[in-house]
């Protein structure tokens, strides 16, 4: 049996500058994709797998996200009084709860790596998910559900993988694959964005891991990697070798939602999805696209 993962780490101080200028007063991940910021589709997939604490790694300027997991009491207050019911029993079931949340200010831009390792004292000694919100995975079982299934099993890291085109290597961490059992694969390496012509592979990591705590060992001595960045793959990499890692092909869709064009893809795909909108969205792009 191995000891259980029971804490999500979410980096959310990023500065958005590809969504200048709304980033300028709105966290990037609290930009909706239909009516449900980016940050709460991630906290929902990681309930669903069974994250029963979140660590938020913040930045300067980004309160808006501790707020948005409080209670906004005014309004819950309206709601009731108006006998918006629906609504508000929405809200009381997004929020995560009492006691559950944790935010961690990194004080600096150094990078992925050091944004994880800023919520060292709050992981603790056992094994964690790290989740970045920008990567909204549409999937029948959540993506690090899938993730925490394998890890049950094998025990070790846990990476999401998938592949990607091989020019596009260099905007992600990747993939020396060793022996590959369906869609698990043994990690040999990893390298941080590599160029197209030296990527080890086309698998790429998502925005979805399991890690063992020993990660912060080598995150400790902030070393900077590509980029001139403290980076996660690196501290990793490190791992490789005296602890099992695995990269799981991951069944559902990801939608890169720190690129425009992946954030409007996920937009249409999700209303595409939706009940109350499907129809209508369906017709609207049909003129659109005829104009
Ligand atoms: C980060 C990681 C990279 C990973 C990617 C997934 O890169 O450093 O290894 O493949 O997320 O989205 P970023 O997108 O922050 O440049």
């Not at 029963?52 to 009731?80: C, M, P, Q, S, W």
């Not at 001595?221 to 980029?227: F, I, M, P, Q, W």
Request: charged letters at 25%; aromatic letters at 6%; one cysteine or more.
């Amino acid at each position: 049996m191995h000891q259980q993962v029971r804490k999500a780490v979410l980096p959310v101080a990023g500065l958005g500058t590809r969504f200048l200028p709304v980033t300028k007063t709105v966290p990037k991940e609290l930009l909706p994709v239909i009516d449900t910021p980016l940050v709460q589709y991630a906290i929902d997939e990681a309930q669903e797998a069974g994250i029963e604490e979140f660590i938020f790694v913040n930045g300067r300027g980004k309160n808006a996200i501790d707020d948005y997991f409080d209670h906004a009491f005014e309004l819950e207050t309206l709601l009731k009084e108006r006998g918006k019911s629906d609504e508000w029993s929405l809200l009381q079931r997004l929020n995560p709860g009492p006691g559950k949340t944790a935010f961690v200010r990194q004080q600096e831009p150094k990078g992925l790596g050091h944004a994880v390792w800023c919520a060292k004292d709050y992981v603790g000694k056992e094994p964690f998910a790290v989740i970045l919100p920008d990567d909204l995975v549409d999937a029948d079982q959540g993506c690090l559900s899938q993730l925490i299934e394998v890890y049950n099993r094998t025990g070790g890291n846990v990476v999401a993988v998938e592949n990607v085109p091989r020019e596009h290597t260099n905007r992600y961490g990747v993939l020396d694959i060793g022996t590959t059992d369906g869609a698990l694969v043994e990690v040999k390496g990893l390298v941080e964005k590599p160029d197209p012509s030296e990527a080890p592979s086309t698998l790429s990591i998502i925005g979805r891991y399991i890690l063992l705590p020993e990660v912060f060992g080598h995150l400790d001595r902030h070393e900077k990697g590509a980029g001139g960045e403290i980076q996660l793959t690196d501290a990793m990499a490190k791992m490789i070798g005296s602890q099992l890692f695995h990269g799981l092909e991951f069944d559902g869709t990801r939608y890169d939602c720190g690129s425009k064009l992946g954030f409007l893809e996920a937009n249409l795909a999700m209303a595409l999805k939706r009940p109350e909108l499907s129809d209508d969205v369906r017709k609207m792009m049909v003129t659109l696209l005829n104009e």
